[in-house]
C-alpha cells in the first residue's frame, strides 16, 4: 500500500508535480494499493481521503484496512513527513514539495528524492518496493537515498 500526499501530486484540476501521475500509475500497474491523503487528480488510479483532517496518513490507512508496517508514504512537506512518523508508517520524501532535503530527513523520511521523475528513476530500489525493510518504528532510521 502506498500512501501519497495529494498536495505532492496536485488536487482536483491544478496540475502536480512534473511525473506525479506517471508515479501513481505505476504503482498501480505494479498492483500496489494507492491512497491520497486528499482529493486526487483525474485519470490517475488512486483512493482518495476526502476529508484527511489531523491524521491523513491514518485516514488513509483506515480507509483500506491497511496495516503501517505494510505501507508507506509519500510526502512534500515536514508536515506530512511528522504525520507517517505519527501513524508509524515508513516514509520518503520529494524535496519539489518545497522544503530541501536536510528538513526532510530531519523529520524522519527515510529517503529523499529531488522529484517524482527522480523517484520513477529508481523505484525498485526505493523504500516504496520495499515497506517492510524498515518496519513502522524505523521509519526514521533507514539510510537516505538521494535521487
Same mark, same amino acid.
Given at each position: ?13 491544478r496540475p502536480g508535480l512534473p511525473g506525479g501521475a506517471e508515479l501513481l500509475r505505476e ?16 485519470g490517475v488510479p488512486a483512493l482518495t481521503v476526502a476529508e484527511p483532517g489531523a491524521e491523513?496518513?491514518?485516514?488513509? !490507512? =483506515? @480507509?483500506?484496512? $491497511? ?7 509519500? &510526502?512534500?512537506?515536514?508536515? #506530512? /513527513? ?9 516514509? !520518503? =520524501? @520529494?524535496?519539489? $514539495? ?7 530527513? &530531519?523529520?524522519?523520511?527515510? #529517503? /529523499? ?6 523517484l520513477l528513476r529508481v523505484l525498485d530500489d526505493s523504500l516504496l518496493a520495499r515497506p ?16
Amino acid at each position: 500500500m502506498t500512501v501519497v500526499s495529494a498536495v505532492v501530486f496536485g488536487t482536483g484540476w491544478r496540475p502536480g508535480l512534473p511525473g506525479g501521475a506517471e508515479l501513481l500509475r505505476e504503482c498501480a500497474a505494479r498492483g500496489w494499493t494507492v491512497v491520497l491523503t486528499g482529493p486526487g487528480m483525474a485519470g490517475v488510479p488512486a483512493l482518495t481521503v476526502a476529508e484527511p483532517g489531523a491524521e491523513p496518513v491514518r485516514a488513509a !490507512l =483506515a @480507509l483500506v484496512d $491497511g496495516a503501517p508496517s505494510h505501507a508507506v508514504a509519500v &510526502a512534500g512537506s515536514v508536515r #506530512e /513527513v511528522l504525520a507517517a512518523r505519527r501513524a508509524g508508517v515508513p516514509c !520518503l =520524501a @520529494l524535496e519539489a $514539495g518545497g522544503e530541501a532535503g536536510p528538513e526532510l530527513r &530531519a523529520a524522519g523520511a527515510a #529517503e /529523499v528524492h529531488h522529484d517524482a521523475v527522480a523517484l520513477l528513476r529508481v523505484l525498485d530500489d526505493s523504500l516504496l518496493a520495499r515497506p517492510r525493510a524498515f518496519g513502522p518504528e524505523g521509519a526514521a532510521t533507514g539510510a537516505a537515498r538521494n535521487g
